[in-house]
């Protein structure tokens, strides 16, 4: 069995940092791979994982390193994106403002939160330096309390007049939007399948779990419809997953489910999870029934990985 998450990463004496970037792309495999290589030859960086979802339009690209080597392919990653994402020519489920969407640093190693708002401050700086595409800063990086959350800095920049950025111009790059740069604690990105495609159903569960609605703490959720699954989802990032693990959200949507009169069936995770929630889930008899999981999807088993 892996070992506890405390005790691998305080391992080693090197800062070890994640970064989760969601990327734009979720159909074609050839720009997924190109922005992966982009990351992934930057010396002291491992890529530990890559999702793409078609009807999301969307792709997560985690990798981990040391902050110096991090920080550079977390640029070139947004390059990489820019040169080859058109949003003027996208379409997809998923909310977004940018080619490359969402860049957050998560603190894995002998590095704290706070330091990796610094990392995420001169990425970002960077990121507009070379690039010319606006930056916002969002959660422990955001220099004021309304960008803290992601989904407002996703509203104001949805919504004319294009907000002034951290970093650039009050305007859109013209076929890269824009993207937030950020730190946070580790996040579970996971959606749960309805049996059906009563979208109507999942996003009345959406709405009754969502944390800014008075439902589960440090959840987020959007009800959405699949036309490639033909399937209704609930899509979940559970922002600290030891307020509300995803056994916990999962009772909670397979009940209020039942209210509905709707099933639920599978769910998937995107990106990587940590051990102590699987552990949990267990623990209390739940099983979350993940669509291709195996133990490579667990966090602690991909770090071993990188050795670093």
């Known amino acids: 069995m892996p070992e506890p998450y405390d005790a691998l990463l305080k391992k080693g004496t090197a800062p070890l940092v994640e970064c989760v970037a969601n990327f734009s792309e979720g159909r074609d495999q050839r720009t997924i791979d190109a922005i992966a290589s982009a990351i992934a030859g930057v010396p002291g960086v491992g890529v530990l994982d890559q999702t793409a ?27 990489e994106a820019m040169a080859r994402i058109d949003l003027n020519n996208h379409t997809g489920v998923h909310p977004r403002i940018g080619a490359a969407d969402v860049v957050p640093f998560v603190p894995l190693r002998d590095i704290t939160l706070v330091e990796c708002a610094w990392l995420a401050h001169a990425v970002g700086a960077e990121i507009w330096n070379r690039f010319a ?33 951290d ?16 730190a946070r604690k580790i996040l579970i990105a996971w959606n749960v399948f309805l049996a059906d495609g009563n979208v109507e159903a999942a996003k009345e569960i959406a709405r009754r779990i969502r944390h800014a609605n008075g439902g589960l703490a440090c ?12 399937q209704a989802q609930v899509s979940m990032n559970l922002t600290d997953f030891e307020v509300t693990p995803p056994h916990v959200a999962w009772e909670a949507i397979s009940r209020i489910a039942a209210e509905l009169g709707v099933t639920v069936s599978t769910s998937e995770l995107i990106g990587l999870i940590p051990e102590a929630a699987v552990m949990a889930a267990e623990e209390n008899g739940i099983d979350l029934k993940i669509e291709h999981f195996s133990p490579d999807r667990v966090l602690e088993s991909r770090i071993r990985t990188i050795a670093m």
Request: proline residues 11%; positive net charge.
């Open 133 to 165: 595409v606006p930056v916002f800063l969002y959660d422990a990086a955001a220099q004021t309390e309304s960008r803290r959350n992601l989904a407002n800095v996703r509203k104001a920049a949805a919504s004319p007049p294009f907000p002034v950025p």
């Open 167 to 182: 970093f650039g111009n009050a305007a859109p790059h013209p076929t890269a939007g824009a993207v937030a740069v950020g």
């Open 53 to 79: 979802d078609p009807d999301h339009h969307r792709s997560v690209i985690t990798f981990a390193g040391r902050p110096e080597a991090i920080g550079e392919a977390a640029v070139l990653a947004v390059g």
């Open 219 to 230: 959840v987020r959720a959007l009800g959405l419809y699949l036309p490639e699954r033909g």
